[in-house]
């Protein structure tokens, strides 16, 4: 019984000593790890916590581990949190891996840190770090874009290893001895040189509108818009090896899509350079030059016949009243005819401003009203010689189309591309009411502004239009014009495509900022009607070209209507001449008396 005794006294003494061993280790990593999350918040803020690990998991050391100046988030792979949303940005993340398939827990991080790609995550492995194991954990990385990332290996001889991510120029890990007495910053921002990371780029081919720009690893990269240039000069500058992708290829994820989308909500503002704001407009055909025979229709010869008629009225009146009035004091003899007044010949010729003669014996009155008839041919003549040299030297326009009413009205046909269909039928921008909406391919609405078809209106963005606006200046004139009241939808962020949780999303917005305010990007704009006549050429139809139209004799119709309506007048003038002859000398023979 003694030895039985004996033997259970050993056996619980082990026990107790294998617990307080144990117990000391726990204590032991828990303080590295307080003062590694220390150290962290020293760095940068943290303002939450979130400790993760697997619901059946009962023998994490986070079980006992507390800090009370940080607060915490303690959960599963069961609940779903948006930490971005509900909480702050500032958060780190300490996931508990106890198995080989905890690395599952990885993807609750991420959707818990949808948005944080550049979130701190600390993995805390009770196990051995297998090949195998840090496999599983670079392909998360390699999935969710996971920027900063510790490994603490908890050991078994109170000590713990750490391993830092490294994205660059692939996802791996390097161990770190004695981190927490580095000098450099536990999470470095790479942001300055990515080691020649391979990006996949994926342009958009189908565009008509594009140029290629040659690469440093000699592949050809289509470009859509000037200020695509930016990405190979961003991937220049920050050592980025770009690869550029087929349509054909869907095998990898590309990293960059060189096509810009529009932000309607407002989650990632934050990686939208404010200089990429865009609107949504359509742009018309400038207004058309008027014709020639429209020219001498605007002249209104009405008017102008009217105020003729009636000065010359007037002129005739007072100088047949004057003639008479003279005449008869005077007690000279005079006579007038019918004719007199209706063809005076020096009134028409003052009236033309034409020199005219006035007689010697003209009295004074008579010289005066010669002179105001003359005053008032030279400024009438003048006025109308420059008014019709105006109008046939250079054509005015009609009035451009302003608004979405006057768009409706004058029934012109308006191309939008089938991207642009749900948001004109949403309930974004204006309400339209346009029944001539013809949906086309990027491709051939592209051609058609190309080759500046001018039949048509065209939705398109803001950003697009100072590029074709300098592009269609180069050949002389202006088809296409823009009006602010043809807005459909303004202020709208727009940004290139990437991955979810991209690495590159913030320093390629901060690399845009810089490029439009130093006027880099504004440079290469004012200077891309050159590359794209040079592209772009063969595109511009010979038919639609405006041809301005010398004057010929058939523009003159007008002035041989007139010609034949001076001719008759002067036939009619003739009869009336020979029958008023006739009846006078009639009238002037001696009757015989017999």
């Known amino acids: 019984k003694m030895d039985i005794f004996c033997k259970i006294a050993l056996l619980t003494l082990v026990m107790a000593s294998l617990k307080l061993a144990q117990g000391a280790s726990e204590n032991s990593q828990l303080r590295f790890l307080n003062k590694l999350v220390k150290r962290i918040n020293g760095e940068r803020l943290i303002k939450t916590v979130l400790l993760l690990q697997h619901h059946q998991n009962e023998n994490c050391i986070l079980y006992e581990w507390n800090q009370p100046d940080i607060p915490f988030l303690r959960t599963s792979e069961i609940i779903q949190i948006d930490v971005r949303r509900h909480f702050n940005n500032e958060a780190v993340a300490i996931v508990c891996l106890s198995s080989d398939?905890?690395?599952?827990?990885?993807?609750?991080?991420?959707?818990?840190?949808?948005?944080?790609?550049q979130a701190r995550i600390l993995l805390l492995t009770q196990i051995d770090m297998t090949e195998e194991l840090l496999q599983k954990i670079l392909n998360k990385v390699a999935e969710y874009q996971f920027l900063r990332m510790l490994i603490l290996e908890v050991g078994e001889q109170q000590t713990t290893s750490v391993?830092?991510?490294?994205?660059?120029?692939?996802?791996?890990?390097?161990?770190?001895?004695?981190?927490?007495?580095?000098?450099?910053?536990?999470?470095?921002?790479?942001?300055?040189?990515?080691?020649?990371?391979?990006?996949?780029?994926?342009?958009?081919?189908?565009?008509?509108?594009?140029?290629?720009?040659?690469?440093?690893?000699?592949?050809?990269?289509?470009?859509?818009?000037?200020?695509?240039?930016?990405?190979?000069?961003?991937?220049?500058?920050?050592?980025?090896?770009?690869?550029?992708?087929?349509?054909?290829?869907?095998?990898?994820?590309?990293?960059?899509?060189?096509?810009?989308?529009?932000?309607?909500?407002?989650?990632?503002?934050?990686?939208?350079?404010?200089?990429?704001?865009?609107?949504?407009?359509?742009?018309?055909?400038?207004?058309?030059?008027?014709?020639?025979?429209?020219?001498?229709?605007?002249?209104?010869i009405k008017s102008w016949l009217v105020h003729i008629v009636v000065v010359y009225v007037l002129f005739v009146a007072t100088e047949t009243f004057i003639l008479v009035v003279t005449y008869r004091i005077s007690?000279?003899?005079?006579?007038?005819?019918?004719?007199?007044?209706?063809?005076?010949?020096?009134?028409?010729?003052?009236?033309?401003?034409?020199?005219?003669?006035?007689?010697?014996?003209?009295?004074?009155?008579?010289?005066?009203?010669?002179?105001?008839?003359?005053?008032?041919?030279?400024?009438?003549?003048?006025?109308?010689?420059?008014?019709?040299?105006?109008?046939?030297?250079?054509?005015?326009?009609?009035?451009?189309?302003?608004?979405?009413?006057?768009?409706?009205?004058?029934?012109?046909?308006?191309?939008?591309?089938?991207?642009?269909?749900?948001?004109?039928?949403?309930?974004?921008?204006?309400?339209?009411?346009?029944?001539?909406?013809?949906?086309?391919?990027?491709?051939?609405?592209?051609?058609?502004?190309?080759?500046?078809?001018?039949?048509?209106a065209y939705f398109m963005f803001s950003y697009h239009w100072e590029a074709f606006d300098n592009y269609q200046k180069t050949f002389g004139r202006r088809t296409m014009c823009n009006s602010a009241n043809l807005t459909f939808i303004q202020g709208l962020p727009m940004m290139y495509e990437l991955r979810s949780n991209s690495i590159f999303a913030r320093p390629l917005v901060r690399y845009l900022v810089r490029l439009n305010e130093a006027g880099i990007i504004n440079h290469w704009i004012a200077n891309s009607t050159y590359h794209l006549r040079t592209e772009f050429k063969h595109l511009i139809s010979q038919k639609d070209k405006r041809k301005h139209k010398r004057l010929s004799i058939g523009h003159l119709k007008w002035v041989w209507c007139v010609l034949g309506c001076g001719h008759g007048l002067a036939l009619v003038a003739f009869i009336i001449e020979f029958l008023l002859g006739g009846r006078k000398e009639r009238s002037s023979r001696p009757s015989a008396h017999v």
């Open 163 to 300: 391993l830092r991510l490294d994205l660059f120029p692939h996802p791996h890990f390097d161990r770190v001895d004695n981190i927490l007495t580095i000098k450099e910053r536990i999470f470095c921002a790479p942001e300055l040189n990515f080691k020649g990371r391979t990006t996949y780029v994926l342009p958009k081919w189908k565009s008509a509108l594009k140029y290629y720009k040659k690469l440093p690893s000699n592949d050809s990269m289509p470009l859509n818009r000037i200020q695509d240039i930016a990405i190979v000069h961003f991937a220049l500058k920050y050592n980025v090896s770009l690869r550029v992708l087929n349509s054909s290829c869907t095998s990898v994820t590309p990293d960059i899509r060189l096509r810009t989308q529009m932000q309607l909500n407002m989650t990632n503002i934050r990686t939208v350079s404010p200089y990429d704001i865009s609107s949504l407009k359509v742009i018309v055909p400038c207004a058309r030059e008027w014709s020639i025979g429209e020219a001498f229709l605007r002249i209104d």
């Open 331 to 456: 007690g000279q003899a005079y006579r007038l005819t019918v004719l007199n007044p209706l063809v005076n010949l020096r009134a028409i010729r003052a009236i033309l401003g034409m020199p005219f003669p006035i007689s010697r014996r003209s009295s004074l009155s008579l010289r005066q009203l010669s002179l105001a008839i003359s005053i008032f041919g030279l400024i009438f003549s003048n006025f109308f010689s420059c008014k019709l040299s105006a109008l046939l030297t250079k054509h005015p326009h009609h009035a451009n189309v302003d608004n979405f009413e006057e768009l409706q009205a004058c029934g012109l046909p308006v191309i939008a591309t089938t991207t642009y269909r749900r948001f004109i039928k949403s309930d974004l921008g204006v309400k339209l009411n346009l029944t001539k909406i013809e949906y086309v391919s990027q491709e051939v609405q592209d051609k058609m502004l190309l080759a500046l078809n001018f039949s048509n």
């Open 101 to 117: 398939s905890d690395t599952s827990l990885l993807d609750t991080v991420a959707n818990n840190f949808n948005g944080m790609r």
